[in-house]
Nanobody, 120 residues
């Protein structure tokens, strides 16, 4: 059974850092492209970052220079390191897997999400 589980969300002050994780079971993450998406209250789900099977990474403009996506194949886990967080980064963060990278929410497998709140 293919399953993705996100963790690491929480409350952080503006300017702070947080790392969210996406761990897979039932398949090997290094055979898939993995995307991170987020959905803020009242807004549509948007792509944040994606890492391809060959390790290329993609980011939306609003997080470039602040967020970093990475793989740990030994742990079968994808990370999203988020620095210099802003209140507008507040959202539920989801990871998703598919054969190709996309920042459109069309990937095949999805986790349940982890909530990130940036507030003082």
């Amino acid at each position: 059974q293919v399953q993705l589980v996100e963790s690491g969300g929480g409350l952080v002050q503006p300017g702070g850092s947080l790392r969210v994780s996406c761990t897979a079971s039932g398949f090997s993450l290094n055979s898939y492209a993995i995307g991170w998406f987020r959905q803020a209250p009242g807004k549509e789900r948007e792509g944040v970052s994606c890492i391809s099977r060959d390790g290329r990474s993609y980011y939306i403009d609003s997080v470039k220079g602040r967020f970093t996506i990475s793989r740990d194949n030994a742990q079968n886990t994808i990370y999203l390191q988020m620095n210099s967080l802003k209140p507008e980064d507040t959202a539920v963060y989801y990871c998703a897997a598919d054969y190709l990278c996309s920042l459109d929410p069309v990937l095949e497998y999805w986790g349940q999400g982890t909530r990130v709140t940036v507030s003082s």
